[in-house]
């Protein structure tokens, strides 16, 4: 992309081919209306009147920015309209301004074409090119839309086939860190040993929330956003296989806003940053530890936080793994620069990862089993 921009021809000179080709056309209509005439052509009225098309291309580009700063769409759609029939008077006063000047360089001083002075020609020009330049004025607006548009349309398709690829590799993300050997293993060991000891009801009940697990993540779905209730129930169930595994070692602590079960949240967002908690913080613990998960709304962001009491990260350590730096590129091709992942050691002990994104609620996908709580 950055190739193709270099060898683009620059704005201002594609303006001047598309207004040059008028420019001529009315140059060889004046020469050929003389020689229809079997008149000699006046070379200063051919000049004049090509070059009156071309001070177009000087008021373009100002016709373009107006346009770009005052967007014909809502909820200011009424007043960026009258602004724009301001800016199309303006433009017809400074096309005949122009135009006097033109006259005044290419007719030599006293011809009859500049007689009169400069007041009187400068008004009737107004007057006969008013509803022209009015036309032309809006014209550029039109299209000057249509580009923008398109571009949009453009940004959409690629943003959609990044996204697209990039939920993709997020749920083999979320199977390879979620379900990998190393994982089931832990998880079917700790069954094993629950049966062994006759533990039927905590062996079972890992194997539902195994089950409901894989069953989420392996969920056929599109869309690249979920609900926060929704992937806090993906959570629960995750903790809950860990607390198992990790006996009285893991103390998960939950805190969302119940006004935010609706805010809309990328897909297998928290997963790969509870599992780094786990991981990191209360496996390198010999005593009980925290992870502690909270969401709350500021003004129009969602900010969701994790956190755990184990050792902290090193100094020189503090922008994660490929989890974390998956997270990152994902709020970014989601929310642009409004979605933002940090991490940093907490005041005290342990790590905090902090996400903010912008705030709206998910389309309704159902509501998800509920876990039962112990």
């Known amino acids: ?213 894989l069953r989420e993540v392996l969920r056929t779905d599109e869309r690249h956003e979920t609900s926060l209730s929704r992937e806090m129930e993906l959570i629960r169930r995750y903790l809950a296989i860990e607390q198992i595994r990790f006996s009285d070692r893991l103390r998960p602590q939950i805190e969302i806003d119940p006004s935010l079960v609706r805010a809309a949240v990328p897909r297998f967002l928290l997963q790969p940053l509870v599992e780094n908690a786990v991981r990191h913080g209360i496996a390198r613990r010999g005593d009980a530890g925290l992870v502690q998960v909270t969401a709350h709304r500021e003004e129009d962001q969602l900010v969701i936080s994790v956190r755990d009491d184990g050792p902290g990260l090193p100094t020189t350590e503090n922008r994660g793994g490929v989890g974390l730096t998956n997270t990152r590129d994902r709020l970014a091709a989601l929310y642009g620069v409004n979605g933002t992942l940090e991490i940093k050691n907490a005041s005290g002990y342990g790590v905090i990862v902090k996400v903010r994104l912008p705030y709206h609620e998910a389309e309704d996908d159902g509501e998800p089993p509920r876990l039962n709580s112990r």
């Not at 009859?112 to 014209?139: D, K, M, N």
């Open 1 to 213: 992309m950055r190739a193709r921009a270099r060898t683009a021809p620059p704005l201002s000179f594609l303006i001047l081919a598309a207004w040059l080709v008028p420019a001529l056309l009315s140059g060889f209509n004046t020469y050929l209306q003389a020689r229809l005439g079997r008149e000699q052509p006046d070379w200063h009225w051919i000049w004049f009147n090509s070059l009156d098309w071309l001070l177009y291309a000087l008021l373009t580009p100002f016709v373009f920015r107006a346009s770009r700063t005052f967007p014909l769409r809502r909820p200011q759609l009424a007043r960026h309209v009258l602004l724009h029939f301001a800016g199309a008077l303006g433009m017809c006063v400074a096309w005949a301004a122009l135009g006097t000047l033109l006259r005044l360089v290419i007719f030599p001083p006293g011809a009859g074409a500049a007689a009169g002075g400069l007041l009187l020609p400068f008004v009737r020009w107004i007057s006969t090119t008013l509803p022209f330049g009015v036309g032309v004025y809006f014209a550029l607006v039109g299209i000057q839309h249509s580009f923008f548009y398109y571009a949009q349309v453009r940004e959409r398709e690629m943003q959609a086939a990044r996204l697209a690829a990039q939920l993709s590799e997020a749920r083999l993300g979320a199977l390879r860190m979620q379900l990998n050997p190393h994982f089931l293993f832990n998880s079917l060991n700790a069954m094993t040993v629950l049966m062994r000891d006759q533990n039927t009801a905590d062996a079972a009940r890992m194997l539902e929330l195994l089950t409901d697990v």
